[in-house]
């Protein structure tokens, strides 16, 4: 054999050992626990299962309570909506959407042939009558001296009664249109029946205006200082939620301030398209800052008292929009199972709802340190 070829295979023992020994470091930074998979995927076993702290499925006496997304609305019951009893067009529009009105404040004028001849009917009403009054004076006068029949007389008193009734539904229409029979004109000034905001605003500008079959109305004033929290519960849940239990509301406006409300209403019909009903809380709203369209998340627990399985917050695990735990199973086994968290108590435990696992079970304390040393140890 060659000097060459004796090289050679001495440098490729040296590689081989050197091979070795790189493997043999690699193995002894090895986890510290080593876990091995099932044909179960959700079954683990693990070699120091000391390692992670265990807690026990308890059960105790809370109100159940219960998270829903919902959003603000005005109070329907103190909504008004502003028509126009007369036709025309706008020739002065004095407010907008948003704006706060007072009770009396003129909303808008407009020119309006209705009550131009709403004025002038009612015009021609009081001449009639004046004249109808003249010939009952007359009439009275001639009778008293017996130069006037008792029938001609009453006529000339039916006349003038029936000049009156004129006079005054004529009035009353002009009152109506939103005229003062006592400055006649064209120009009717639509105002506000509520001290409120204008939530909703349909006209603008030299629109015209149509009368009693306007459609949508002109204007809707809602007094804001109560206002409704509607949320979307959805049926699986609806056992849950009962008219008069409590209801804690927070904003994403106001994410560090808590609102207290209750339950005024429960929808009596579905939402077929998304199977939830919507659940109505009533909250004061003296400051305005509660605006209309605001998203909110309300809280809801119940007046009554149930056995609930709860478990402490760390030992459940949110994975792909589920909630998960590690529920020990034997010496070195664990499983992992689907529970359905239905709310957190003041002091961070999960409520569960029964199912997969019941009180007594025991579960890993920490479900993400746990998933963690699995994932590294494969």
């Not at 130069?147 to 229409?173: G, I, R, S, Y």
Request: proline letters at 4%; charged letters at 25%.
């Amino acid at each position: 054999m060659t000097a060459s070829k004796r090289r050679s295979i001495t440098t490729a023992a040296a590689l081989l050992l050197l091979a070795a020994g790189i493997a043999c470091s690699d193995n002894s930074k090895a986890a510290p626990t080593r876990t091995e998979t099932t044909i179960d995927p959700s079954v683990f076993h693990v070699d120091q299962p000391d390692l992670f702290k265990l807690a026990k499925i308890e059960t105790r006496q809370l109100s159940t309570q219960l998270d829903a997304n919902g959003v603000v609305t005005p109070d329907v019951n103190r909504n008004i909506h502003v028509t126009s009893q007369g036709s025309g067009r706008v020739v002065d529009l004095r407010v907008k959407l948003g704006d706060d009105v007072q009770k009396g404040q003129v909303l808008l004028t407009i020119y309006s042939a209705d009550l131009a001849g709403a004025f002038s009917d009612y015009q021609k009403a009081l001449a009639d009558e004046h004249l109808a009054n003249k010939g009952l004076e007359r009439a009275q006068l001639l009778y008293s001296h017996g130069a006037f029949a008792q029938k001609d007389l009453e006529v000339a008193q039916d006349a003038e009664d029936k000049a009156k009734v004129d006079v005054h539904n004529t009035e009353q229409h002009v009152r109506l249109l939103g005229g003062d029979p006592a400055h006649p004109g064209s120009l009717l000034e639509l105002r506000a029946p509520v001290n409120g905001t204008i939530v909703e605003q349909n006209v603008s500008g030299f629109e015209g205006v149509k009368s009693l079959d306007n459609s949508p109305n002109l204007f809707t004033i809602a007094d804001l200082s109560q206002v409704w929290i509607v949320c979307d519960v959805y049926e699986n849940d609806l056992g849950e939620v009962h008219v008069g239990d409590a209801a804690e509301v927070r904003l994403s406006a106001y994410p560090d301030k808590l609102y207290h409300g209750k339950i005024g209403d429960i929808s009596r019909v579905l939402d077929p398209n998304i199977r939830s009903a919507k659940v109505r809380i009533v909250l004061p709203n003296p400051d305005g800052s509660l605006r209309p369209n605001m998203y909110a998340v309300a809280t809801f627990r119940s007046t009554q008292l149930h056995a609930l399985a709860v478990v402490p917050g760390t030992a459940v695990m949110r994975l792909q929009d589920k909630d998960w735990v590690f529920r020990k199973e034997g010496p070195n086994q664990f499983r992992k199972i689907e529970v359905h968290g239905i709310g957190v108590t003041p002091d961070g435990f999960q409520e569960l709802r029964e199912g997969a696992v019941k009180p007594g079970n025991e579960v890993v304390a920490n479900a993400l340190e746990f998933s963690s040393a699995v994932a590294e140890s494969k």
